[in-house]
T-cell receptor, first 113, second 113 residues
Framework: DGGITQSPKYLFRKEGQNVTLSCEQN?????MYWYRQDPGQGLRLIYY???????QKGDIAEGYSVSREKKESFPLTVTSAQKNPTAFYLC????????????FGEGSRLTVL | GENVEQHPSTLSVQEGDSAVIKCTYS??????FPWYKQELGKRPQLIID?????GEKKDQRIAVTLNKTAKHFSLHITETQPEDSAVYFC????????????FGSGTQLTVLP
């Protein structure tokens, strides 16, 4: 069953801790993305990757880091430098950067205590 | 950069009535306009999209219209059903690139039985 899987679905962390959100896809898509969703603000792009071992900052990359060691995987680390990390995080993939349709995961809700 | 404004933020309609959600964009170079639907607790999914060489596109009960001169586009849902209740996001991008997608802030549509 093809798709994009995010884990964990819910995550709690204490201030000052880094946390890593997992994103795996078996759609054979080249491009992967991380978005942040806050109430009333739509989806904002954090990082994206077009191919393995390459990734670029999006509009709100500060306080986040990513890696793309495998085509299927694009984990996001929320670092302690992110000032307001409590949010809903969505991973997505597409056939390429120039193919507009995004396929989303079900999201991870991070709460900082 | 691109700025997308979406209205209204909430919309309630009676089952069977029509619903219209409007978006405006600022970058005249944008040429790809998708709409995503996000049901409660689920992932966003593409429901319809339109490119700038087309003024209208229909898919069963859903239609999207584009006015390039006025830089606005709208989602029309006819004969609404309870399962249409969701958050709807519009987006705009130049060159059809997923990287350049800018999302609107979302509209919570509630279809009342």
């Amino acid at each position: 069953d093809g798709g994009i899987t995010q884990s964990p679905k819910y995550l709690f962390r204490k201030e000052g801790q880094n946390v890593t959100l997992s994103c795996e896809q078996n759609l054979n898509h080249d491009a992967m993305y991380w978005y942040r969703q806050d109430p009333g603000q739509g989806l904002r792009l954090i990082y994206y990757s077009q191919i393995v071992n390459d990734f670029q900052k999006g509009d709100i990359a500060e306080g986040y880091s990513v890696s793309r060691e495998k085509k299927e995987s694009f984990p996001l680390t929320v670092t302690s430098a992110q000032k307001n990390p409590t949010a809903f995080y969505l991973c997505a993939s597409s056939w390429g950067l120039n193919n507009g349709e995004l396929f989303f995961g079900e999201g991870s809700r991070l709460t900082v205590l | 950069g691109e700025n997308v404004e979406q209205h209204p933020s909430t919309l309630s309609v009676q089952e069977g009535d029509s619903a219209v959600i409007k978006c405006t964009y600022s970058d005249s170079a944008s040429n790809y306009f998708p709409w995503y639907k996000q049901e409660l607790g689920k992932r966003p999914q593409l429901i319809i999209d339109i490119r700038s060489n087309v003024g209208e596109k229909k898919d069963q009960r859903i239609a999207v219209t584009l006015n390039k001169t006025a830089k606005h586009f709208s989602l029309h849902i006819t004969e609404t059903q309870p399962e249409d209740s969701a958050v709807y996001f519009c987006a705009a991008s130049g060159g059809g690139s997923a990287r350049q997608l800018t999302f609107g802030s979302g509209t919570q549509l509630t279809v009342l039985p």
